[in-house]
């Protein structure tokens, strides 16, 4: 099966007019079982609810959780990171992985401060126009910041609307048009239950219909669930993306990025040179480094974090 073959129930339940079906179980759920993030409390606004996106693209939690409390520490608003270089974004991006994401953050922080007074926009057009936003993102900020009706689909909703309606364990690995046109149908009609929808889903997923040890006891709508019903049918779609890390390309940026983080002075390329034996492959990395504008080359071979 293809990404693009994944099937389509013929009566997902909001087009058969039992929306709550899903919907009533998965909220009640949700106000019991919420985890307390900061970036759900009222006063994380919505820059908190986006730099809490950023970071948690592709990475856990618990990671990401006392990097995210130094940050708004810092800035707490977008104005207050726009005043600052680039490479101390990256530098307080910390491990937190992908740190290009650091890099479009600061560079939200700065349209959002030019064009917009330094207030995160409403409009979910106006946030999809920001450098470094998506589909995903612009919708999650639109939603959780301000309680707007858009189809929220990380990998979390994607898992339990692909089992759930579906009745396939795991969701193709790109997000397809089947995929947005059933989120979209089994959106509740009003904004805020619309906007509770998509955090309760989403938690769902990240806490009881895991990609792996899916704890179906625990989960509200297993009598509902499609891929239970059906006795769990095993995946046969595309093989799934491995997180390889070790050994890679990204291992060796992470290493030299650390040691331009640590730096306060520009780094001499014999000290980068100390943190990966094979030359070309460093070489190769470093070079990747400055293409993606995350590290700043300068004369007799230095090297520091771009500062502007």
């Known amino acids: 099966m293809t990404a693009t073959d994944m099937p389509s129930p013929k ?3 909001a087009t058969t007019g039992d929306a709550t079906a ?7 759920w949700f106000d019991q079982h919420a985890r307390d993030l900061p970036w759900r409390r ?6 908190g609810v986006m730099v809490s996106e950023f970071m948690l693209q592709q990475t856990p939690v618990s990671r990401v959780l006392p990097v995210y409390e130094q940050w708004m520490a810092r800035w ?5 990171l726009a005043a600052e270089a680039p490479g101390e974004a990256v530098r307080a991006w910390g491990r937190l992985g992908y740190p290009r994401r650091a890099l479009r953050l600061h560079g939200a922080a700065v349209a959002i401060t030019e064009r917009h007074g330094g207030d995160v926009p409403r409009e979910h057009a106006q946030l999809l126009a920001l450098p470094g936003i998506g589909e995903y993102t612009a919708a999650a900020v639109a939603s959780f910041a301000y309680g707007q009706r858009h189809p929220v689909l990380d990998t979390n909703v994607r898992r339990v609307l692909a089992r759930a309606a579906t009745g ?3 969701p193709p690995n790109a997000t397809t048009a089947a995929e947005r046109r059933l989120a979209r149908a089994l959106l509740p009609d009003d904004e805020a239950t619309a906007a509770r929808w998509a955090a309760a889903s ?5 806490l009881v219909c895991t990609a792996r040890n899916e704890d179906c006891g625990r989960c509200p709508v297993a009598g509902l669930c499609a891929w239970r019903l059906a006795g769990k049918p095993a995946h046969d779609g595309p093989p799934r993306r491995g997180q390889t890390y070790a050994g890679t390309d990204r291992q ?4 030299l990025l650390a040691v331009l983080r640590e730096a306060v002075d520009p780094v001499p390329r014999p ?8 030359p070309v492959q460093r070489a190769r990395a470093l070079d990747g480094l400055v293409a993606d504008g995350l590290v700043e080359p300068l004369e007799n071979d230095l090297f520091r974090l771009p500062t502007t």
Do not use: C, F, N
Request: hydrophobic share 40%.
């Open 11 to 13: 009566t997902p339940p």
């Open 22 to 28: 899903l919907h009533s179980p998965v909220l009640a």
């Open 42 to 47: 009222p006063d994380a606004g919505a820059w």
């Open 76 to 80: 707490p608003r977008p104005a207050d």
């Open 168 to 170: 396939i364990q795991y």
């Open 202 to 206: 989403m938690e769902l997923g990240a």
């Open 252 to 255: 060796v940026r992470g290493k």
């Open 271 to 278: 000290v980068l040179d100390r943190v990966w034996d094979d």
